[in-house]
């Protein structure tokens, strides 16, 4: 009898022991996939920065300057990423928020070079017509996550990403959905102190 109350108490303590192990496994299991899944979202994120626009990568397109300047984009749960394409082999640049003309501009200018590096710029236009310094030089931060850059025939597309959320003073907070004014615009060459050949004003839409 004594026995037997023994192996009944170690039963259930069995199963209790049990029943926390299969907690503590599914815990386990849930936060194995969390990882994965955040870290499929990041190669995700980061195999888009190539350079390339395949189809369905972004969700989002605008066309500007009869096609010469087309604008994709598409937002995720905290960051954003743009690919931009002109008909030029100088630079491209897009801007976020102006208060007038270019001032007040949070903007991205993006070029390739003539061995195909890519390069990018996160700066701020403190004038109407500029400049438009980099924000490290203002006391901001650079807050590109991700960029890449192609020249092929002519064409130049530059992608990039960044944090909708910024606390930088230069960079425009901006939302996951709804309307953002922009202003866009691209050069003949490489040097982005050189004016552009063209340039707009536009609001798009943001989303997923
Ligand atoms: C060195 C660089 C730049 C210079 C010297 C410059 C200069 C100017 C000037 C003088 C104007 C007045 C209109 C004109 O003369 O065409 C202008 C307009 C404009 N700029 Fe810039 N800009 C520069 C870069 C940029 C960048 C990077 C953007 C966009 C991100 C931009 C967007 C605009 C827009 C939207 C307008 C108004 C265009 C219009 O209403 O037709 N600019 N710029």
Redesign the pocket.
């Known amino acids: 009898m004594e026995n037997y109350k023994i192996i009944a108490g170690l039963g259930s303590a069995g199963k209790k022991s049990c029943h926390a192990e299969s907690r503590r496994r599914l815990a386990k299991v849930m936060s194995l996939s969390l990882v994965l899944s955040v870290m499929g979202l990041v190669t995700l994120a980061a195999q888009e920065m190539d350079g390339i626009i395949s189809p369905n990568e972004y969700s989002h397109k605008a066309e500007f300057d009869k096609g010469n300047y087309i604008l994709h984009w598409k937002t995720s749960a905290n960051s954003i990423a743009f690919a931009m394409e002109a008909k030029t082999t100088g ?1 491209l ?3 976020f928020e ?1 208060t007038r ?2 001032k007040d ?1 949070d ?3 993006g070029w390739v070079d003539g061995s195909g590096k890519a390069f990018i710029v996160d ?1 701020w ?1 403190t004038g ?5 310094p980099e924000d490290s030089s203002l006391g901001g931060r650079n807050d590109i996550t991700g960029f890449s850059g192609s020249e092929k025939n002519g064409n130049t597309i530059i992608e990039f990403s960044r944090p909708l959320a910024s606390s930088d003073k230069y960079d425009h907070s901006l939302p996951s959905f709804g309307d953002v004014k922009i ?3 691209y ?1 003949t060459g490489d040097n ?5 050949r063209k ?3 536009s609001v798009i839409k943001l989303g997923p």
Do not use: E, R, Y
């Open positions: 630079w640049a897009l801007g102006p003309v270019m501009a903007m991205v200018l700066a236009s109407t017509f500029g400049p438009h202003i866009w615009a050069g982005i102190n050189q004016k552009h340039a707009g004003t």
